[in-house]
């Protein structure tokens, strides 16, 4: 009688250690985020409306000028120098080592 009783007991105790699986919304409990996923990938259209909306509120002189610098950009890089030092301060500077 005492050995069924402790059977029971530990079997209760055992039972009370099992994963509660009865709701779970996936196949197996190891197959991770795989329903997630997959809704993913079969959703029509995941971008929110607002991305789609390119009326955007900017300054058109500023982006004219935006494009300019970039296409100006090369031919500045090129650009000589405008400040040039006068004959008598290059002949002074020629022997001075700092």
Do not use: F
Request: aromatic letters at 6%.
């Amino acid at each position: 009688m005492t050995k069924k009783l402790l059977t029971l007991a530990s079997l209760v105790l055992l039972a009370g250690c099992q994963e509660y699986l009865t709701r779970s919304d996936m196949v197996s409990p190891y197959t991770g985020n795989a329903t997630v996923t997959n809704q993913a990938q079969q959703t029509i259209d995941p971008w929110p409306r607002y991305v789609y909306d390119t009326d955007l509120k900017t300054s058109g002189k500023r982006q004219a000028d935006a494009i300019r610098n970039y296409q100006n950009a090369h031919e500045e890089s090129q650009a000589v120098p405008t400040a040039v030092l006068p004959a008598q301060q290059q002949a002074s500077n020629k022997g001075s080592t700092q």
